[in-house]
């Protein structure tokens, strides 16, 4: 007689209380591996290892006749929660003495974020906020790093405040996501060390480790190392950019993909189709771009205006954008087909490989927002 379906799912329960027994086991020695990290100084996130792990895990799983896809996805979930586990505790510190930082906007979501990573790593942390300003000197005096990481529309007026404070051996720095332009109002303010850094992530990320943190040089960067080693020990990548190339990349990343997510709501908007209507009708590749349009609106309206007014050179691309936009317009208004495939035989050979790895990569977004969500 055959096994009833009953008995199976029992047994299944039982494999699955033993993986999640093994994944505890897992953590355990997680917390052992952090603590060594931080006695010998060894960051949180290894590219190395976890490429090597994943290749491993993959022939494994290709030998036992699972999908070594799957069995990279479940890899890496596990180092991921690993990741965010040794992020939980202390981080080694990049410097044999502490640092003092003072953190310019340390009420914001940023300034929070990174105060209790510095923290964490057994620095000293002062905050200055917009009403502490009587006590500006007096905070700046012996920090040994000044970072500023305040809405984009005050970076400027920051600078130039509290760089009135600074003396030439103290190391100065800004998170503002446009990097040229107030890279050097800081060398202008201050004469000593001075670095432009953009962290491409939000407040609201649970780890910093993998996450990428953009440096542009400024003056003396020698001064700024530890600094760099200290990101690196919590887990990030370092983009060393040059800040016209990061602005002109930042252009498109923000303001041109903010303004194209207003086009998309207002828009919505006036054929009065709701998301939660629109939701009922979505490929999972539609719902994917629905989610990034909507993200967007639940956050603060006048954050976004100024990312998106923040700069002459984005305003002028936003207008070209849409002049761009009125060209291809008028090719669907009269009808010609030829030039729509031509254009698209033209951006086809622009994104070359890129295409495949696109599909391949939004492929794998949509299959897990279905599985999660679907
Ligand atoms: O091997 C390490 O260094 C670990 O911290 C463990 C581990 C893992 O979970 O296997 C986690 C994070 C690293 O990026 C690599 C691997």
Sequence with gaps: MS???EELRKRLDTIDESVLRLLAERQDIIRQVAETKRK???????????QEKTDRFREQAAQLGISPDWAEDFLRMMMSAS????????????????????????????GRLYAELIRKSGHQVRTLDRNDWL????????????LVTVPINLTGDVITRIARFMSPEQLLCDFTSIKAEYVNLMLQAHDGPVVGLHPMHGPDVRQVSRQLMVVCEGRQPEAAEWLIRQFELWGMRIKRADADMHDRAMHLVQGLRHFVALLHASFMNRLDLRPEDMLDYSSPIYRAELMMTGRIFAQDARLYADIV????????????????HTALAEMVRTGDKERFIREFETATDF??????QALKESGYLINRLADRFG
């Design 135 to 146: 006590k500006a000197r007096a905070l700046t005096e012996g920090a040994d790093v000044v």
């Design 309 to 324: 007014f923040s700069d002459a050179e984005r305003i002028r691309m936003l207008t070209d954008f849409l002049g761009h």
């Design 351 to 356: 994104f070359g490989a890129f295409g495949a």
């Design 40 to 50: 010998t100084g060894v960051p949180v996130y290894v590219a190395g290892r976890e």
């Design 83 to 110: 990741r965010a586990n040794q992020s939980e505790a202390t981080f080694p510190s990049a410097t044999p003495e502490p640092k003092t930082w003072l953190i310019v906007g340390g009420e914001g979501g940023m």
């Design 3 to 5: 096994t009833s379906l």
